[in-house]
């Protein structure tokens, strides 16, 4: 195995700063909006937007966090046999009817966890509208899902591992790429 | 004239102190000769190197069901089964429909047995009249036709009176009378032990006072009447000491352990998740009983041994715990269990493990055999004590399955059982 | 992203609290807690058990309890269908392993049981490939209901651990207790039970409790107090003289809560039998968690039912 830094710890800094800067950019009103992070690590990523929003516009978003684990399509029916996934923490201390809900996720790669993500959150009301950040778009789409604010662009094969590692949850910062080696 | 050699075996016989290496021959069903090394010409020879060979081994406790619960068992089943398990002789219990409580069923019972031709069946009679426990029964005539004792096994007698008058009339036979002691309104309800066990399974208990309140009552009866006693299935602690302190008194009070009462505890009920297969009546006890049970068998309190062989269909015994019948078959897996817990793990001596098979049950119901006195019946069996095998219902003689032992590997199998000199049953090679 | 491997639950059922450990136990009620939030949302349904089918056999009548699995399958987006013991083949003398069995032709992914004979849901454990859910068997235990029990006890006081619970009543036909004395001794409560000498079951220290004769003495500065339901008569036998005598000796009255612990937690499986094992004004009052206990069935019955719908092996990518 080889593994291979893409960001560190600036980077990711960086890359956030750029996001925020576009979320805002495309909002018409900064006040509608709603960063919804998808556990576990959107979560955190959501939390630095919201920093980065307020103190570019003096507004600081609602941050929620969404657990999508009874959602999930590789679960329940089309399971054949699989662990239980541990239920995490679905907190959302507003409503979400009406607003423009940012999902934040830190990878995104088949776009199942995003459909799961869209389907959870219908269930508690009718957004205005949904759009979706990730870290990083690593490719391997298996639904017709984009993301509309993307940190970077990281073409991988299906056996590499991206990781994506965050200080509030990991311990250490940045985004490495563990691929197999031939031979 | 027909004769049997049996060569090389260890030779156990208490009633003559016997313990040697002997051969024996056999003439037109009897012990004719014992010495160390006996040419016949004409006889069939058995070599019986390194096997054990005893006067052939008698249960007094057994339930053949027939008439009336033949889906269960027949006497030609069960006699079957009891030649297979080593067993010569059995003594059926009453419990049947019709109860065996006149002369007609008791000599229907042994002409069966007759016609089957296997081990030799004798019946036991009831107490009372249709084992309802009010009137008594023709115990005269039903000796007459071949009981060896009375019992209302499967339950009590119920009145103190009645059991005193029975105890009293028994002595114009000479025949013990066995009583399934337990309190029905102590145990009522109860499928277990009562203890820590049947607190945590939520399953209601049988104390054991409900057996110990009535061996007391008992024993005070053949203390007043001078009557013969034998407590049947005896199970706890307190039960063993009226028993003993019975016999320092010099009262005729005899009894029987069941080989599930000293290898299993109440915990295999735990154990097991609720299998019927560990249902009986008396239940299996805690430890500190079955601890008891040990000493009083290895100090000699305890006179036998009986299986208690209750067979059940299968269909029965799937019912939940609350519902399915008390009961498990024993002829089949009595003598390894016994034989491996007592004598390799207990460190009885084999004499004395004979002598609770086979010398005491045939003294304490004067039946013929549990001796090898020259002239006494040729009734043996010859033991393995080597040979370390599963226990395997599916392979049973008898109609029915329901043993606790399904599966346990264990020493001291019969390999054959001789009747009036005849080979009647032999251990198939596998 | 690989994922650590998650706490999960051995086995296919959940036959009692005896089989649990003590991390098993924590996660089902973690697992409830999140479960309870669906209640608060606008869409109380997720399709996490979408396609699998439940059959509830009650053979021992109950309505609350039946009610509470049915509203929690049907939450989980279950398919559920409960057959109770009036007018069904059981009445006609098949056997509870027939029916069991002629069920699973169907292909239930669960079965949940109740029923009056002890080991019944072990029984069909052993034969059926369906996950069996015991919400009740005889006297033995009642699992779901010592963790919705811990589970309120839990949210309302912050922790188990070093709590001092008194149960009252019948402790003899009490399956309740049973698990509940398991449950909580093992989560490192202390446990208090009282009843009269004649409904103590054999050797119950045994099971990890003290045993106490004068309710009193239980409930002095307990923590919580949980009270069964007392039936006079079993069976045809009468297991205490008269109402009167158990009120006067065994009912949790506002004078004798007070001497528990201020803010000491009211608790009953129900349904109460007011007057005689709990008087109104306890019931009714500010300590009474009852209602909780209710609430809290649905979302424990929620978690059990997710949990055991889970097996081994690796969950995919995102």
């Given at each position: ?96 009817d ?86 | ?8 075996a ?35 020879v ?36 009891a ?55 023709e ?9 060896v004792a ?144 040990l ?66 049950p ?13 002239g ?22 008898s109609?029915?399955?329901n ?21 009647v ?6 | ?20 450990t ?47 699995f ?13 057959f ?53 068997d ?13 589970m ?46 004649s409904?103590v ?5 045994a ?46 009255t ?27 004004r ?37």
């Amino acid at each position: 195995m080889q593994r291979v830094q893409i960001l560190d710890a600036a980077g990711i800094g960086k890359t956030l700063a750029r996001m925020a800067a576009q979320i805002v950019e495309r909002s018409s009103n900064e006040r509608l909006i709603y960063l919804i992070g998808v556990q576990t690590r959107g979560v955190p990523l959501a939390r630095r937007l919201a920093k980065l929003i307020a103190a570019a516009t003096g507004v600081e978003p609602p941050v929620g966090a969404l657990d999508i684990t009874l959602y999930r399509d590789d679960v329940g029916p089309w399971r054949a046999a699989h662990q239980q996934p541990v239920l995490r923490s679905t907190d959302l201390p507003e409503r979400v009817d009406d607003r423009v809900v940012v999902l934040v996720d830190d990878v995104l790669y088949t776009g199942r966890t995003v459909r799961a993500a869209l389907d959870t959150l219908m269930d508690y009301g009718r957004p205005k509208a949904i759009r979706l950040a990730v870290l990083v778009d690593r490719g391997h789409r298996e639904l017709p899902i984009a993301a509309d604010f993307v940190g970077r662009q990281i073409p991988s094969s299906r056996s590499d591992d991206v990781q994506v590692r965050l200080a509030e949850c990991d311990g250490e910062e940045g985004v490495w790429v563990e691929k197999e080696v031939e031979g | 004239m027909s004769r049997l050699l049996i060569k090389h075996a260890r030779v156990i016989d208490p009633s003559q102190r016997l313990d040697e290496g002997l051969d024996v021959l056999a003439v037109d069903g009897r012990i004719a000769r014992l010495a160390e090394r006996i040419e016949e010409r004409g006889a069939e020879v058995i070599d019986a190197a390194g096997l054990v060979a005893t006067p052939g081994f008698i249960d007094v406790h057994t339930h053949l069901r027939e008439p009336g619960f033949e889906y269960k068992e027949t006497i030609a089943s069960g006699a079957a089964a009891a030649l297979a398990g080593g067993f010569t002789a059995v003594c059926c219990m009453p419990n049947t429909s019709p109860v065996n409580d006149t002369a007609a069923v008791t000599e229907f019972i042994r002409k069966r047995a007759e016609e089957a031709g296997a081990a030799r069946v004798y019946p036991i009679g009831a107490v009372s009249k249709g084992l309802a426990g009010e009137e008594l029964a023709e115990m005269g005539e039903m000796v007459r036709a071949g009981a060896v004792a009375v019992s209302d096994d499967g339950q009590p007698v119920r009145h103190a009176y009645l059991l005193r008058r029975a105890l009293e009339y028994s002595l114009l036979f000479g025949i013990p009378v066995v009583d399934h002691c337990e309190d029905p309104t102590l145990s009522a309800g109860g499928v277990m032990h009562e203890g820590a066990v049947s607190t945590r399974l939520g399953l209601r208990g049988i104390p054991a006072a409900a057996e110990e309140v009535m061996v007391a009552r008992d024993v005070t009866l053949a203390g007043l009447t001078g009557a013969r006693l034998h407590i049947a299935h005896l199970s706890t602690r307190q039960s063993l000491e009226w028993v003993r302190r019975a016999k320092n008194q010099g009262l005729s009070v005899s009894c029987e352990v069941t080989p599930h009462h000293l290898a299993l505890t109440d915990a295999a009920v735990s154990e097991s998740s609720y299998d019927t297969n560990f249902k009986m009546n008396p239940p299996l006890r805690s430890a500190d009983h079955v601890a008891a049970l040990l000493e009083g068998v290895l100090d000699g309190t305890v006179d036998c041994l009986a299986t208690d062989h209750a067979p059940h269909h299968a269909d029965e015994k799937a019912l939940e715990f609350d519902l399915a019948p008390f009961g498990v078959v024993g002829l089949e897996t009595a003598v390894p269990v016994t034989y491996d817990l007592l004598v390799r793990q207990h460190k009885l001596p084999l004499a004395r493990f004979v002598a609770l098979w086979s010398t005491n049950p045939a003294r304490l119901f004067s039946l013929p055999g549990g001796t090898l006195k020259v002239g006494s019946v040729a009734d043996l069996t010859l033991l393995d004590t080597e040979a370390r095998l599963p226990v395997n219902p599916d392979r049973f003689v008898s109609r029915s399955r329901n043993t606790p032992f399904a599966g346990r590997r264990l020493r001291g199998w019969p390999v054959a059982t001789i009747l009036a000199g005849k080979v009647v049953w032999r251990r198939e090679r596998r | 992203m690989s994922v650590a491997p998650a706490p999960r639950l051995r086995g296919k059922d959940l036959l009692g609290i005896d089989p649990l450990t003590a991390p098993e136990i924590q996660l089902i009620l973690d697992t409830a807690d999140e479960m309870a939030k669906i209640a608060e949302r606008p869409i109380k349904k997720v399709p996490a058990l979408r396609g699998k089918t439940v059959v509830n056999l009650f053979l021992e009548p109950s309505t609350r309890t039946r009610f509470s699995f049915e509203m929690a399958e049907k939450r989980l987006s279950a398919d559920s269908l409960s057959f109770s013991s009036s007018g069904t083949s059981v009445e006609k003398g098949e056997t509870l392993l027939d029916t069991a069995r002629n069920l699973e032709a169907m292909q239930p992914d669960f079965i949940v049981i109740r029923h009056r004979y002890a080991g019944s849901p072990h029984r069909l454990a052993k034969v059926l490939r369906s996950s069996v859910i015991n919400a009740g068997d005889g006297a033995h235990e009642h699992p779901t209901q010592a963790l919705l029990d811990a589970m309120t006890i839990r949210r309302r006081l912050g922790r188990l651990e070093g709590l001092v619970v008194a149960i009252v009543g019948d402790l003899e036909h009490s399956r309740v207790v049973r698990s509940n004395v398991l449950l909580l001794q093992r989560m490192g409560a202390t446990v208090r039970v009282a009843g009269p000498p004649s409904l103590v079951p054999a050797q119950m220290e045994a099971m990890g409790c003290e045993v106490h004769h004068r309710m009193e003495d239980a409930i002095a500065g307990a923590d919580v107090v949980m009270m069964l339901r007392i039936q006079l008569e079993r069976q045809g036998r009468m297991n205490f003289p008269t109402v009167r005598e158990y009120y006067d000796f065994f009912a949790l009255t506002p004078e004798r809560l007070r001497l528990a612990k201020r803010g000491c937690l009211v608790m009953h499986p129900g349904p109460m039998n007011r007057g005689v094992e709990i008087d109104s004004r306890v019931a009714d009052g500010p300590q009474s968690v009852i209602l909780e206990q209710v609430t809290n069935g649905v979302a424990v019955r929620m978690a059990v039912l997710y949990l055991l719908a889970g097996g081994n092996g690796e969950p995919t990518a995102d």
